[in-house]
């Protein structure tokens, strides 16, 4: 999985996904890119696994890991928007 992230004034614009896997990931990566869009990156570090699976109104217990891709996907695409600040 791979996010991708409009930021302007630490606003973010738009975020986006590309994912090859299951519709578990499918669906992670959708909840959480409508759960960051318009708002502040140091606001979405707080996101946790639990918000996008309650996002999703569940998750199966065997697809809990593509909810933490998702999560660890934005970890790193916010760690890199940080960097080149």
């Known amino acids: 999985m791979e996010s991708y992230l409009i930021i302007e004034s630490g606003l973010i614009k738009d975020a986006k996904f590309q994912a090859i896997g299951c519709a578990g990931s499918y669906a992670s990566g959708s909840a959480l890119v409508e759960m960051i869009r318009g708002k502040k990156v140091d606001e979405v570090g707080d996101i946790s696994v639990e918000d996008i699976i309650d996002h999703l109104q569940g998750l199966p217990?065997?697809?809990?890991?593509?909810?933490?891709?998702?999560?660890?996907?934005?970890?790193k695409a916010i760690k890199k928007y940080l960097n080149n600040q």
């Open 61 to 75: 217990d065997q697809k809990i890991h593509c909810a933490l891709l998702a999560r660890r996907t934005l970890e």
